[in-house]
């Protein structure tokens, strides 16, 4: 069977499965969002990256994974 094909009937199979940000909206209450986001901006280095570690360089791994 043809890759896209499948991909297409293994979207429509499901199609009212909540997603990822469906998910998050009912873990993260209101606070915690802003907390998060206070966490992330405190931690975050001058150009915009993050490191390995609190007090690391910018590294384009240690920014995928924040």
Known sequence: M???TVLR??????????????A???VFTPPHK??????????QNVDGGYGLHIEGTSTMFGTALR
């Open 34 to 43: 802003l907390e998060a986001i206070r966490y992330l901006r405190n931690h």
């Open 24 to 26: 998050l909206t009912q």
């Open 9 to 22: 009937m293994h979207a429509c199979a499901r199609p009212h499965t909540p997603g990822p940000m469906h």
């Open 2 to 4: 043809h890759e896209l």
